[in-house]
């Protein structure tokens, strides 16, 4: 893990192959960035909820489970908040297009629900135009 100070704060950044095991290194940032920015509980459990699903998505969804190809993570942290971003080497996905998982067709299925969910917890879910990089800012 790299780190580097900057002036708006810390710079975190993971490199981390397309397997679940790569979720653990994710993991023990957050836990790391919990402990010493003193985050609140809910932010912390909503930041790990949150980072895990888009991981997860970026893993299945965006590298096929390629363990060649990478996801990138950084983390932007100063006193106010801590920003996110997610990038995988998949070609993207139209998030305007989701099935709204909370339309009565939609609420007996098992999976469709990450994006939702993320856009419920984190104060702020940006994806860029391609579908394959996601921004989330939780305040602290």
């Known amino acids: 893990m ?27 940032l957050i836990e790391e ?12 459990a909503n930041m790990m909820t949150c980072l895990n699903e888009v991981f997860i998505n970026a893993i299945v969804h965006g590298n096929k489970l390629q363990e060649d190809k990478k996801v990138i993570v950084n983390a932007e942290v100063d006193s106010r908040r801590i920003n996110w971003t997610i990038t995988d080497e998949g070609p993207g996905f139209d ?21 939702f969910i993320v856009k419920q917890l984190a104060d702020q879910c ?13 305040k602290i």
């Open 2 to 28: 790299e780190q580097a100070n900057i002036d708006t704060g810390e710079l975190y950044t993971l490199q981390l192959p397309s397997k679940m095991e790569s979720l653990v290194a994710l993991e023990n």
């Open 33 to 44: 960035m919990a402990n010493k920015y003193n985050i609140p509980d809910d932010t912390f």
């Open 95 to 115: 998030y305007n297009k989701l099935p709204d998982p909370t339309a009565p067709e939609n609420l007996e299925k098992e999976a469709g629900r990450g994006v």
């Open 126 to 138: 940006i994806f860029n135009t391609t579908g394959n990089q996601v921004e989330l800012l939780f």
